[in-house]
């Protein structure tokens, strides 16, 4: 996808689908949407069928360095290199949330899936993770049409001493377990190599 305006300056960092509604067949002509971070802190919603940027969003001081849709596609979440999420809406272009919880580490993964809306005791019908390069992973669950963005679960594993600065070292990744509802895996630098399931509702790994 190109954009009509040069671009010269920025990069692209990171992309996402935007997700069809469930239960919702695609209708002849729809068109399919994709997210882009930038290097320079910019959003960019491109249209796949008509080959152009409908939105252009600046929430972001830093690069960014992840970004998804909401499971609605209603809202895009991107995290930055400084570690600051954003919530932002497409419809309006603009931001409703920030959240420095993991400020100054870069944002490696965002992801987003449904739950029950009473599932683990809090309001929403959303999960989502975001995953930063100092091996934390913080577990949201929103409403955003009610304006709630709550923490579930806040986790740290504890890493290795060494020279060697984050950037060196391989990133720390987590995704939701597909299979097992309320599971998450992460994966990242330690003492060991070894992938770590961790229950949200044991409270453990």
Do not use: N
Request: one cysteine or more; hydrophobic letters at 40%.
């Amino acid at each position: 996808v190109t954009e009509s305006l040069p671009i010269s300056l920025q990069s692209c960092q990171c992309l996402a689908w935007k997700p069809r509604p469930v239960g919702v067949w695609p209708r002849p002509g729809e068109s399919q949407h994709v997210v882009a971070g930038y290097s320079d802190g910019t959003v960019r919603v491109f249209s796949v069928s008509r080959t152009e940027m409908e939105l252009k969003m600046h929430p972001h001081a830093a690069a960014l360095t992840a970004v998804t849709y909401s499971t609605d596609g209603e809202m895009i979440l991107s995290g930055g290199k400084d570690g600051i999420v954003a919530v932002s809406s497409p419809r309006t272009g603009m931001t409703i949330h920030v959240l420095a919880d993991h400020r100054g580490s870069p944002i490696t993964v965002l992801q987003c899936t449904r739950k029950q809306y009473h599932d683990f005791g809090v309001e929403g019908g959303e999960l989502w993770l975001a995953t930063s390069s100092d091996r934390r992973v913080s577990v949201w669950a929103s409403d955003w049409l009610q304006d709630k963005c709550e923490l579930l679960d806040w986790l740290s594993f504890p890493a290795p001493a060494g020279p060697e600065g984050l950037d060196s070292l391989p990133p720390s990744l987590a995704a939701f377990c597909p299979w097992e509802h309320g599971v998450l895996v992460y994966v990242g630098f330690g003492l060991q190599k070894e992938a770590l399931f961790y229950s949200l509702r044991k409270k453990q790994v």
